[in-house]
């Protein structure tokens, strides 16, 4: 176990809804990662974020929104949902100034019919 | 466009073998590796990291690290039928060691026979 948690661990939406994922990250860490991991896939990166500020963002349409916290737990917000953005989201915590591995949730299911 | 490719498999080996997992990156000033482990239904799981050339053993796991022909490899030692899983290939995108994203391969599905 990784000390990350996500909820919640499976969801289901209809299109043109909104969603919002949630994750606290380990004890110690202060970074946070989201990822899109299709079936079949390799995780894609979506943003990170870092001291409560986006610290980079892979190529997600805005839709993808998020936040950290003081607590450095963050959520993951997705808009008008869309049948492809059925997939395993990922969280992922990391600590600034310790190498820069990263240490996975267990994720959330996202089923979008 | 940064990538990462490894080989899909399915990469079949018998109880006791060795398994290698081979993985390419295109980007030659990436810094950091790392080799996850991915269950069916389940969350990438860390087994590796290397930053240097060489070899890197913990285990029955040993990471290979080749920056000049941007080639990184695993090596699994006496398989047992609980290595059987997807094993997905990372290389840090971002630059000097610095906190940026994971690019991973698509992975590679080993099974391992009894």
């Known amino acids: 176990e990784t000390g990350v948690t996500q909820s919640p661990t499976h969801l289901i939406k209809t299109r043109g809804q909104q969603v919002t994922l949630r994750c606290s990250s380990q004890s110690g860490h202060n970074t946070v990662s989201w990822y899109q991991q299709a079936l079949g896939q390799g995780p894609q990166f979506i943003f990170q974020?870092?001291?409560?500020?986006?610290?980079g963002r892979g190529n997600f349409p805005p839709r993808f929104s998020g936040l950290q916290f003081p607590n450095y737990s963050s959520e993951l917000n997705v808009n008008a949902l869309e049948l492809d953005d059925s997939a395993l989201y990922l969280c992922a915590s990391s600590s600034q100034g310790v190498a820069d591995t990263q240490y996975f949730g267990p994720g959330t299911r996202l089923t979008v019919l | 466009q940064k990538e990462v490719e490894q080989n899909s498999g399915p990469l079949s080996v018998p109880e006791g073998a060795i398994a290698s997992l081979n993985c390419t990156y295109s980007d030659r000033g990436s810094q950091s590796f790392f080799w996850y482990r991915q269950y069916s239904g389940k969350s990438p799981e860390l087994i590796m990291s290397?930053?240097?050339?060489g070899d890197k053993e913990d285990g029955r796991f040993t990471a290979q690290l080749n920056k000049a022909s941007q080639y990184v490899s695993l090596l699994i030692r006496d398989s047992q039928p609980s290595d059987s899983a997807t094993y997905l290939c990372a290389v840090n995108g971002g630059r000097g060691g610095s906190q940026g994203n994971l690019i991973f391969g698509k992975g590679t599905k080993l099974s391992v026979k009894p």
């Open positions: 290397i930053y240097s050339n």
């Open positions: 974020y870092y001291r409560e500020e986006e610290n």
